[in-house]
């Protein structure tokens, strides 16, 4: 099944829960592992900054089943086990840019970048993407969409060279 682009409505944050992946090794998990098709995520985030491709954007997603999301969302993953370790600095530039192309793309507002765990409403089982990850603090982070602080040659150079 295909994500059409008004479908795409949540970016749903991870954490690889392993302290050192490529995005070969998530797919080998999940493809082998798991039986699943392909990768569950869209984007990988390496703790360098380093942004991999997944699934395409416009493939239904298989990173968090709750509330359908799968089916209105693109997952972005990082790289560590969050429950142990912040991301890095290079790993949150990288985040900021990403989501700033993804939200100019896609028109999500910053309300609607969550955490897996925050679709599982409360679910005390469920931490990622970690403990070490405040998502009201991620968002606050971003400047609202339309503000003066993005900047637009800046988002459409980092966009051609990850191809989305």
Same mark, same amino acid.
């Given at each position: 099944m295909r994500l059409l682009k008004e479908d795409i409505r949540y970016l749903v944050i991870h954490t690889a829960a392993s302290r050192e992946a490529s995005i070969e090794d998530i797919t080998r998990w999940h493809v082998e592992e798991r039986g699943w098709s392909d990768v569950g995520y869209h984007y990988y985030i390496r703790k360098d900054g380093e942004i991999q491709k997944g699934r395409e954007d416009d493939q239904v997603g298989a990173h968090c089943k709750a509330s359908r999301m799968n089916y209105k969302s693109l997952g972005i993953c990082f790289e560590g086990?969050? $429950?142990?370790?912040?991301?890095?600095?290079?790993?949150? $530039?990288?985040?900021?840019?990403?989501?700033?192309?993804?939200?100019?793309?896609?028109?999500?507002?910053d309300d609607r970048i969550i955490g897996h765990r925050e679709a599982y409403q409360g679910d005390p089982l469920k931490t990622c993407p970690g403990i070490k990850i405040d998502m009201d603090e991620v968002r606050s982070k971003f400047p609202k969409l339309?503000? $003066?602080?993005?900047?637009?040659?800046?988002?459409?150079?980092?966009?051609?060279?990850?191809?989305?």
């Open positions: 086990h969050h $429950d142990h370790e912040e991301w890095t600095r290079e790993q949150e $530039d990288a985040f900021e840019i990403l989501c700033r192309v993804l939200q100019n793309k896609y028109g999500i507002h339309g503000s $003066d602080k993005v900047n637009p040659a800046r988002l459409e150079e980092f966009e051609s060279n990850i191809n989305i």
